[in-house]
Protein backbone atom coordinates (compact mmCIF):
# COMPACT_ATOMS: atom_id res chain seq x y z
CA UNK A 1 0.00 0.00 0.00
CA UNK A 2 1.03 3.14 -0.94
CA UNK A 3 1.18 6.01 2.01
CA UNK A 4 -0.27 9.15 1.67
CA UNK A 5 0.70 12.53 2.97
CA UNK A 6 -2.15 13.14 5.26
CA UNK A 7 -0.84 13.85 8.41
CA UNK A 8 2.59 12.00 7.48
CA UNK A 9 5.57 13.23 9.31
CA UNK A 10 7.81 10.14 8.89
CA UNK A 11 11.10 11.72 7.65
CA UNK A 12 12.01 10.05 4.44
CA UNK A 13 15.53 7.95 4.12
CA UNK A 14 16.57 10.14 1.79
CA UNK A 15 16.77 13.29 3.46
CA UNK A 16 17.76 11.42 6.23
CA UNK A 17 20.66 10.60 4.19
CA UNK A 18 21.05 14.44 3.23
CA UNK A 19 20.99 15.53 6.75
CA UNK A 20 24.48 13.61 7.21
CA UNK A 21 26.31 16.05 4.48
CA UNK A 22 27.66 19.13 5.61
CA UNK A 23 26.70 21.68 2.67
CA UNK A 24 29.93 24.70 2.18
CA UNK A 25 28.56 27.99 2.03
CA UNK A 26 32.20 28.81 1.15
CA UNK A 27 33.90 30.06 -2.01
CA UNK A 28 33.08 33.39 -1.18
CA UNK A 29 29.53 33.19 -0.90
CA UNK A 30 28.78 31.25 -4.11
CA UNK A 31 28.95 28.00 -2.06
CA UNK A 32 25.27 25.88 -1.22
CA UNK A 33 23.62 27.87 1.82
CA UNK A 34 21.77 24.60 3.11
CA UNK A 35 21.69 23.28 6.58
CA UNK A 36 19.45 20.19 6.16
CA UNK A 37 17.32 18.76 9.32
CA UNK A 38 17.14 15.46 10.33
CA UNK A 39 13.79 15.07 10.80
CA UNK A 40 10.53 17.71 9.92
CA UNK A 41 9.88 20.31 11.67
CA UNK A 42 6.75 19.42 14.17
CA UNK A 43 3.42 20.39 12.92
CA UNK A 44 2.95 22.96 15.48
CA UNK A 45 6.89 24.98 14.73
CA UNK A 46 5.47 24.72 10.73
CA UNK A 47 2.28 26.18 11.41
CA UNK A 48 3.42 28.85 13.90
CA UNK A 49 6.39 29.71 11.32
CA UNK A 50 3.55 30.01 8.15
CA UNK A 51 1.60 32.82 10.45
CA UNK A 52 4.63 34.93 11.28
CA UNK A 53 5.94 34.30 7.36
CA UNK A 54 2.52 35.31 5.67
CA UNK A 55 0.89 37.71 9.12
CA UNK A 56 -2.26 35.51 8.79
CA UNK A 57 -2.72 33.73 12.27
CA UNK A 58 -5.76 31.72 11.19
CA UNK A 59 -3.65 29.22 9.04
CA UNK A 60 -2.27 25.69 10.05
CA UNK A 61 1.15 24.62 8.30
CA UNK A 62 -0.32 20.97 7.28
CA UNK A 63 0.84 20.98 3.88
CA UNK A 64 4.12 21.75 4.71
CA UNK A 65 7.19 19.35 5.80
CA UNK A 66 9.69 21.91 7.00
CA UNK A 67 13.35 19.82 6.47
CA UNK A 68 16.05 22.83 6.68
CA UNK A 69 16.70 26.05 6.61
CA UNK A 70 19.07 28.71 4.56
CA UNK A 71 21.92 30.81 7.05
CA UNK A 72 19.00 33.38 7.15
CA UNK A 73 16.56 31.09 8.47
CA UNK A 74 14.26 30.84 4.72
CA UNK A 75 13.36 26.95 4.59
CA UNK A 76 12.75 24.18 2.70
CA UNK A 77 9.93 22.35 2.74
CA UNK A 78 8.05 19.42 0.97
CA UNK A 79 4.64 21.13 -0.27
CA UNK A 80 1.66 18.52 0.19
CA UNK A 81 -0.59 19.76 -2.80
CA UNK A 82 -0.66 16.68 -4.43
CA UNK A 83 -3.81 14.45 -3.22
CA UNK A 84 -3.16 11.11 -2.44
CA UNK A 85 0.56 11.17 -3.11
CA UNK A 86 3.26 9.92 -1.01
CA UNK A 87 5.52 12.58 0.78
CA UNK A 88 8.11 11.71 -2.18
CA UNK A 89 6.16 12.76 -5.09
CA UNK A 90 5.33 16.22 -3.67
CA UNK A 91 7.04 19.23 -4.53
CA UNK A 92 10.16 20.69 -2.38
CA UNK A 93 9.94 24.60 -2.02
CA UNK A 94 11.68 26.67 -0.84
CA UNK A 95 10.21 30.46 1.42
CA UNK A 96 12.84 32.83 2.37
CA UNK A 97 12.93 34.80 6.00
CA UNK A 98 12.29 38.43 3.49
CA UNK A 99 9.71 36.67 1.53
CA UNK A 100 11.09 34.91 -0.97
CA UNK A 101 9.69 32.14 -2.28
CA UNK A 102 10.01 29.62 -5.11
CA UNK A 103 9.46 25.95 -6.35
CA UNK A 104 12.69 23.85 -6.39
CA UNK A 105 11.59 20.15 -7.89
CA UNK A 106 8.78 18.71 -8.64
CA UNK A 107 9.34 15.73 -5.70
CA UNK A 108 11.94 14.49 -3.91
CA UNK A 109 14.03 12.36 -6.45
CA UNK A 110 14.27 15.68 -8.41
CA UNK A 111 15.09 17.49 -5.17
CA UNK A 112 18.69 14.92 -4.84
CA UNK A 113 19.69 15.74 -8.69
CA UNK A 114 19.57 19.30 -7.58
CA UNK A 115 21.88 19.09 -5.01
CA UNK A 116 23.84 17.32 -6.98
CA UNK A 117 24.05 19.76 -9.66
CA UNK A 118 25.24 21.97 -7.10
CA UNK A 119 22.25 24.20 -5.80
CA UNK A 120 20.57 24.41 -2.29
CA UNK A 121 16.85 25.01 -2.28
CA UNK A 122 17.69 28.84 -1.79
CA UNK A 123 20.13 28.65 -4.98
CA UNK A 124 17.72 26.74 -7.45
CA UNK A 125 14.35 28.60 -6.36
CA UNK A 126 16.15 32.17 -6.35
CA UNK A 127 19.42 31.79 -8.84
CA UNK A 128 19.16 29.22 -11.00
CA UNK A 129 21.07 30.85 -13.93
CA UNK A 130 23.84 31.05 -11.70
CA UNK A 131 26.41 28.18 -12.93
CA UNK A 132 26.16 24.98 -11.57
CA UNK A 133 28.64 23.32 -9.05
CA UNK A 134 28.29 19.26 -9.88
CA UNK A 135 29.08 17.52 -6.02
CA UNK A 136 30.21 14.05 -7.05
CA UNK A 137 29.07 12.73 -3.26
CA UNK A 138 25.85 14.05 -3.80
CA UNK A 139 25.02 12.49 -7.00
CA UNK A 140 26.20 9.32 -5.35
CA UNK A 141 23.50 10.03 -2.62
CA UNK A 142 20.70 11.03 -5.94
CA UNK A 143 21.85 7.40 -7.78
CA UNK A 144 21.24 5.93 -4.56
CA UNK A 145 18.03 7.34 -3.91
CA UNK A 146 16.13 9.20 -6.86
CA UNK A 147 14.04 7.26 -8.91
CA UNK A 148 14.01 9.63 -11.64
CA UNK A 149 16.58 9.90 -14.33
CA UNK A 150 19.48 12.70 -13.66
CA UNK A 151 18.82 16.01 -15.28
CA UNK A 152 20.45 19.51 -14.64
CA UNK A 153 19.04 21.88 -12.14
CA UNK A 154 17.88 24.30 -14.75
CA UNK A 155 15.50 21.85 -16.34
CA UNK A 156 14.54 20.29 -13.02
CA UNK A 157 13.25 23.67 -11.53
CA UNK A 158 11.99 25.15 -14.61
CA UNK A 159 9.89 22.17 -15.09
CA UNK A 160 8.44 21.84 -11.73
CA UNK A 161 8.17 26.08 -11.73
CA UNK A 162 6.00 25.79 -14.41
CA UNK A 163 3.75 23.07 -13.52
CA UNK A 164 3.55 24.84 -9.89
CA UNK A 165 3.18 28.07 -11.30
CA UNK A 166 0.60 29.41 -8.91
CA UNK A 167 2.80 28.63 -5.97
CA UNK A 168 3.97 32.48 -5.28
CA UNK A 169 0.58 33.75 -6.12
CA UNK A 170 -1.21 30.89 -3.91
CA UNK A 171 0.84 32.41 -0.42
CA UNK A 172 0.27 36.04 -1.61
CA UNK A 173 -3.20 35.41 -1.39
CA UNK A 174 -2.53 34.22 2.63
CA UNK A 175 -1.03 36.73 3.42
CA UNK A 176 -2.74 39.93 5.50
Not at 7 to 22: Q, T, Y
Not at 44 to 60: I, K, S
Amino acid sequence: MIETFGGDRRFPDALAAVARVEFDYGDEGEGVDFEPYSAFDSAEETTDWLRHWTGNHALDGGDYRVFGQDGTGGLAAIWCVRPGQPLAEQPVVFMGSEGERGVVAGNLSDFLWVLADGFGPMEAALYVEREARPDAGLAELAGRFATTPRRGAREIVGEAQAEFAGFSAGLDALCR
